[in-house]
């Protein structure tokens, strides 16, 4: 008679168990669902910056307002700036990682400096004016979630994190032309990270009675 073989440690050997089929998902609307996801990073990022939230109803061109409370602000102990939500799986993971081509050289031939990466990304025009009004008693930043396109990839939970795919960008688009006849292409810094180091900072130079 034979005997399977005891693998070390006294264990014996399973046959491979077949991979079981990934749960359905609901039938929501991508774009939905992706509107869904960025309301969940900007609330974890609020979170761990010590920020309210509030949302405007009915929105403008706006969806949310952003409030910070601290000692040290010059203008008020609260300050609040609006933000406006975008977001797009037409972009992978850590976009424009390389700056764009370096300016000839200037005057007794000294290089110019290289310009911060950006990527690009398109506003309705009626959108971009709403950002771009200057001068404004509270300040306004766009922030741009880039996500992959399959919403498979979109999260992961662990004992150790939880990940959302991929990340926020933020930018102030104050003054910033309107080109377009209907749509214009703007430039988002891919140093900018939307997280919660970055908000308290925007905060802390909103709070000064700067810019963000």
């Not at 409370?69 to 609006?82: L, M, Q, R, S, Y």
């Amino acid at each position: 008679m034979a005997f399977p073989r005891p693998e070390p440690g006294g264990l014996l050997s399973e046959p491979p168990q077949p991979t079981a089929p990934a749960p359905a998902r609901g039938s929501l609307a991508t774009t939905a669902c992706m509107e869904t996801l960025q309301i969940g990073y900007l609330h974890a990022v609020a979170a761990a910056a010590g920020c309210s939230l509030a949302q405007p109803f009915p929105d403008h061109g706006i969806d949310w307002h952003i409030s910070h409370t601290a000692p040290g602000h010059a203008v008020d102990d609260e300050v609040t700036i609006k933000v406006q939500l975008k977001c797009t799986y037409q972009l992978g993971p850590r976009p424009a990682v390389q700056p764009p081509p370096r300016a000839p050289a200037g005057p007794a031939g000294r290089a110019a400096p290289v310009p911060a990466p950006t990527f690009a990304f398109t506003l309705d025009n009626d959108h971009l004016a709403k950002l771009a009004r200057t001068p404004v008693a509270v300040h306004r930043i766009l922030v741009v979630m880039i996500v992959p396109r399959s919403r498979d990839d979109w999260l992961r939970a662990g004992h150790d994190s939880l990940q959302l795919r991929h990340c926020c960008y933020w930018t102030n688009l104050a003054g910033h032309p309107v080109t377009g006849k209907q749509r214009t292409t703007v430039r988002i810094p891919a140093t900018r990270v939307f997280d919660d180091r970055a908000l308290c900072e925007i905060m802390t130079r909103v709070g000064a009675g700067g810019r963000p």
